[in-house]
Structure formats: structure tokens, C-alpha cells
């Protein structure tokens, strides 16, 4: 069944309390993103339109677009409710996440809808902040090259108020590890300008369990933590927070808001759009991995 989203939900989306329809179906999903390839700056391989509401409905676009919509894909089971719920869990565990929705397409299938953090609407017009993913700014061609602590060191050249974003990073870090995140690479994090020329990283986002989507994926990170992508343990993490210039009691404090989090995390699955067995594949992986960071 449909989620029932609360009217603060709602209008905290959309800027008042509806729940917009949908203008494409599955089927019509490939055709509007051909239509409108090369317009858009949203990469990847699954298939994304840019979205803006127009009165009660949200309509594919070239330009100014304030959502991005992503659907179901043939390649990987439920991958929107999948999203959804990670960044549900992530929220929950205190990450700033991007304002998402599950919603329904035209002809019922479920779409996972994230409102663009670097777009504002300014009277009638939509206006752009600066956002530049790491990839970037570290340079090179494979956005899978590198580590977090390459990560870091660019939110020390380029940050604000650099400790503070440092701790996001680490706790971003710790919780792709917890939900089976292997796909966190250099484009999964931004550092966005705000207004008043404030660089800090941008809400979290693209948080997924790869690991439910690809079970024989290779790697536990996408990028390096400590030297290594696979076998990571607590250690690791303690050791990058260290890198990072956090205060040890910060860090083990952070890993133990994650363990106790654990039959939260157990009852949101529960209640959540994925099937029977995607549920159980997802609690399996977190219960093995807050294993390792104990």
C-alpha cells in the first residue's frame, strides 16, 4: 500500500500539503529521458528525470527542474523502496538527508522522488546554488579511484567550518558500511554554497543497500577507508575518525548511537514497501555488519 505522508511532510516537499500526481508511467520513463538526453546534468545508470511541480502534478523538464525522479529498473528489484528506505534509516540516525518520498507512477509502480537541495524557487523562477560533487574536484576519470581520506582532506581545503563537516563525513561513512553501501563513490558527495557563501557538504544522499541490490558485490566500500575496501572493522573507522581530527570520544560515541539503533532499524524494514525477502536480505546485512563495528 502507499505510504500516508503527513500534511508537515508533504509541505515540507512540495511547499503545501498535497501528495502530486505523477505525468509518465514505467513504460513512458525511457522515452521522456531520450527525449531529453544531453539536457540534463544527472548522471548514472539508472534511468532519472528532472521533475518540477505544476500545480498538482509533477511534470518531467528540461530546465528548472526541482525533483529528481527515479523508478523501478529491470536490473535491480525494488531499488526505489530500497532508497527510501535507507534514507529514512540515515535520517534517523542523525545524517542530514535530502527530502525524499516514495511515491506512485501513472500506473501504480513505485518511484523514489528527491527534492534537489541545490535548487530554490525564488519567486517564479527557480534559482541554482553551487554544488560540485568530488569527483570534480579531485579530478580523474574513475569516480571509484581514491579514499575518504582524499574526501576529507578536500573538506579541509574547501569548508566553512571544516571539523564540523568532518564529523558528517565520518558518520556518512560508518552508516554506508552499516546498511551494505558499496557504491558510495566520489559523486555521492558535494560540497554546496549556500546564500550567504557558506561551503559545507551537501545533505546526504544516494544512500542504497548495493549489497541488497548486487549480493555478489565485490567491495564493502566504494572508496578506501584505512587502506582497505573490504575486511573493514571498528578499528578502521576509529582510524579514519583520528584522520579526521575527531575526538576518540565523539567517534566511539557516534559508532554507539549506530549499534543501538540496530531493532529500530529491524522495525522500519518491517514496515517498509520492500518484499518479504528483501527485507530479510536487509536486516541479515546490517545485524552482520554493526557485528563488525562492535
Do not use: W
Request: charged fraction near 25%.
Amino acid at each position: 500500500m502507499p505510504i500516508d505522508y503527513d500534511a508537515k511532510t508533504l509541505r515540507s516537499m512540495f511547499g503545501k500539503p498535497i501528495r502530486p500526481t505523477i505525468a509518465v508511467s514505467s513504460t513512458e520513463i525511457a522515452l521522456e529521458a531520450q527525449k531529453l538526453a544531453g539536457k540534463l546534468s544527472i548522471s548514472g545508470v539508472q534511468p532519472k528525470l528532472s521533475m518540477r511541480l505544476e500545480g498538482e502534478q509533477l511534470v518531467p523538464v528540461a530546465r528548472e527542474g526541482q525533483f529528481i525522479l527515479k523508478p523501478q529498473t529491470q536490473d535491480f528489484a525494488e531499488l526505489p523502496q530500497n532508497e527510501y528506505l535507507c534514507m529514512s534509516m540515515g535520517q534517523r540516525f542523525g545524517l542530514r538527508t535530502a527530502q525524499c518520498l516514495l511515491l506512485e507512477l501513472s500506473d501504480g509502480t513505485p518511484a523514489y522522488l528527491v527534492k534537489r537541495f541545490d535548487r530554490f524557487k525564488k519567486g517564479r523562477r527557480v534559482q541554482k546554488l553551487a554544488c560540485e560533487d568530488m569527483h570534480q574536484l579531485l579530478g580523474g576519470p574513475d569516480k571509484y579511484a581514491g579514499s575518504h581520506e582524499q574526501i576529507a582532506a578536500a573538506i579541509r581545503d574547501h569548508c566553512t567550518f571544516a571539523p564540523l563537516e568532518l564529523q558528517r563525513l565520518f558518520e556518512s561513512t560508518i552508516f554506508n558500511f552499516a546498511i551494505g553501501n558499496g557504491d558510495a563513490h566520489r559523486k555521492n558527495f558535494s560540497l554546496l554554497t549556500s546564500e550567504d557563501g557558506t561551503i559545507a557538504l551537501s545533505p546526504t544522499y544516494d544512500l542504497v543497500s548495493s549489497r541488497l541490490a548486487i549480493p555478489a558485490e565485490s567491495d564493502e566500500l566504494a572508496l578506501t577507508v584505512n587502506g582497505k575496501r573490504n575486511r573493514l572493522r571498528r578499528a578502521d573507522f576509529l582510524a579514519f575518525a583520528d584522520h579526521c581530527g575527531i575526538a576518540p570520544e565523539y567517534a566511539e560515541r557516534k559508532l554507539t548511537d549506530l549499534l543501538a539503533l540496530h531493532e529500530t532499524f529491524n522495525d522500519m524494514i518491517a514496515a517498509s514497501q520492500l518484499s518479504n525477502d528483501l527485507r530479510d536480505g536487509l536486516a541479515n546485512i546490517i545485524a552482520i555488519r554493526l557485528d563488525r563495528l562492535r
